[in-house]
């Protein structure tokens, strides 16, 4: 995979340290009587590769859907920052705006459109920027837009993906048939597709690495590497902790709800409540 | 599970050594005595269930004596003939299954491949022979009708294979557009005396209004929901028309709508120099008319199939399958969801719309008799029994179900039952359709076929 490159703009070389991409702010979420996420607030670096951890129940994936509008938190702050410009809210913003805002998301279990082709669906990641140059539909229909170049380039983008995510091959397979570690690569390709040709700021992944083997574990971690050195900041749930210790410039720990520790690998590796958290405690249901 | 042919190597192994190594021969056998043990046991299980269920209902009845009083009668002989009876039938079933099993699955989509094959060609050769048909001799006036009729059904399940087939969103109040598009133009044409030409794009244009104004309150509703609404919908619009009296006449209908002309140029009879006949000097005939309304369905479903055809392959097309297939993705993903399904429904709509202007002009009289749930049953079918999303299927579907029904016309009431039965042997064999596989709308090679168990079929 190492001698495909990464078709995406280098934006900065060095990023400066601690320059924020996302920031989750006192972020809490309930169902009902049940508090899932309890005043969270970390933040992920511009250029870096933040981890998000926890056991199982901690409520990773409720601050995950929160961040990508799936659920709207009862408070809190979910901000977007760009370069330039001002933050952009992700909690007030409807679901669809948010991937247009520059973040996108994979699934924990893998959501493809299985009965179309690896590119179609690396196509319907570039809808937005396709679909503005068909002229609301009509100029397409009666071909007097500029859409075919448009296609051309989105079919340019696709295929540079693919040829990133090693599926150059299977692009004109249906998703569905693909082998699992395969439809793995191809909905990250897919999320990269997002507001191409620049991709998307943020890449949040949700368990990119669950069911892989571990060949396979690894390879996502070099693409993950490479994804993030081409200017995609990436924001990541894993449980797979060899992942993210090799990848991660910095990891967040929840438990119960609640953030425990916010540090580099080393740093969390080391952290009492951390090691307490996942081996569990004499007074807490593990 | 073993290949006749291993079992016929294990006759000739055991041919050639009568007394050496009965090893793969003994795994056979052993696999075939432990199905026929397992299906036993299973047969004697579901005995004793039907016992348990037979001895209280069957085997213990209380009669009333020849005095009067209540006494208990045993019927044990039922009780074993009822159980024995389960008990055989329970075991034939098992050693069917377990044959069936043993027997290596039929190779799937022999058929759709054969079909895709001939596909290429059947459809051109359907579009030549319907370019053809006025022209062929021996169509007469009653073909010709019947031609107009399953095109009629052919437009209404293109438009509504948009919403249903590419957008995954099961309408069933489809006919309410159709009934729109007709009532738009008979009450335009009748009342402000506008032409065909102008009311057409017209009688689209309010059908996909009222598209809009359908998806607005549905959108959030899925699967089963969805298809209650959107039958309310349909029976709502039949409803007003029905008893809107001042407008639309109610159930007396809208008569004498105007016919469609030539460019001008009326099909009336007189042989006048404006008339269709007495200016290209023709024998006057009504059989110009017939012909001209024709090759107007044609080309209006044509029409619906060419847009169609575009759309599928555009953004907004592509946007729709995507929808089918996983709508949270789609969200994920940027795509306005909500645009996007009314864009569906908006566009399904208009061409209901000028169907519905087509048979209103074709007609010369619509009653609100004519928009009844039956005509949206109908075209859902076509969709469903064509394979949602397939154009040619769908055609397929239309020529089969509207030509069969004036076919069967000599069934009389048994005709529904045919047809029902056709449409169950048909969903038993292909439960996808006639056309269930799915062609990719673009490709870096060779564009292949997608089987239809990879395609979504859209809950909403």
Known sequence: ?286 | MKAPGDRAEDAALRAARPRGEPERFGDLQRERQARLLHAIRDAAVAAAMAFGLFVLMVGLRTDVGPSGELFLRTRWADVAILCGIVFAGRLLLNLWYASRAARAPARPGRLAAALGAAGQALGPALLAAALVLPFIPGIGRYELDLGILVLTYVMLGWGLNIVVGLAGLLDLGYVAFYAVGAYSYALLATSFGLSFWVCLPLAGMLAAFWGILLGFPVLRLRGDYLAIVTLAFGEIIRIVITNWVSLTGGPNGIGGIPRPTFFGLSFSLSGEPDTFAGFFGLEPSSQHRVIFLYYLILALSLLTNWVTLRLRRQPLGRAWEALREDEIACRALGINIRNTKLSAFAIGAMFGGFAGAFFATRQSFISPESFTFIESAIILSIVVLGGMGSQLGVAIAATIMIGGFELFRDLEEWRMLVFGAAMVLIMVWRPRGLVGTRTPSVALGKKRDIDADLVGEGRG
């Open chain 1, 1 to 286: 995979m190492s001698e495909t490159a990464i078709p995406v703009l280098r934006r900065t070389p060095v990023p400066d340290r601690r320059e924020m991409i996302l920031e989750v702010s006192s972020l809490t979420m309930r169902f009902g009587g049940l508090t899932a996420v309890n005043q969270v607030s970390f933040a992920a670096g511009r250029g870096e590769i933040t981890a998000l951890i926890g056991p199982n129940g901690a409520g990773k994936t409720t601050v995950f859907n929160c961040i990508t509008g799936f659920y709207r938190p009862t408070s809190g702050a979910v901000r977007l920052h760009r370069r330039g410009e001002l933050p952009v809210e992700l909690h007030r913003l409807p679901g669809h705006r948010i991937a247009r805002a520059g973040l996108a998301r994979t699934f924990q279990n893998i959501r493809l459109f299985p009965g179309m082709t690896a590119l179609e669906n690396l196509l319907v990641a570039q809808h937005n920027r396709l679909m503005a140059a068909t002229g609301w539909g009509i100029g397409a229909v009666l071909g007097i837009s500029g859409y075919p170049r448009a296609e051309r380039e989105a079919i340019e983008s696709a295929k540079r993906w693919l040829a990133a995510t090693r599926l150059t091959e299977r692009a004109d397979d249906p998703a569905g048939a693909l082998p699992y570690g395969a439809q793995r690569r191809l909905e990250i390709a897919r999320a990269m597709c997002v507001n191409a040709p620049d991709g998307p700021g943020l890449l949040c992944l949700d368990e990119p690495a669950a069911g892989l083997n571990p060949r396979e574990s690894e390879e996502l971690g070099k693409l993950l590497l490479e994804i993030r050195d081409s200017g995609t900041s990436i924001l990541l749930i894993e449980h797979d902790m060899g992942v993210v210790m090799r990848i991660s410039n910095r990891v967040v720990v929840m438990d119960h709800g609640r953030l425990i520790a916010d540090g580099t690998p080393a740093e969390v590796r080391a952290d009492a409540k951390v090691i307490a958290a996942y081996l569990g405690e004499g007074d807490e249901d593990s």
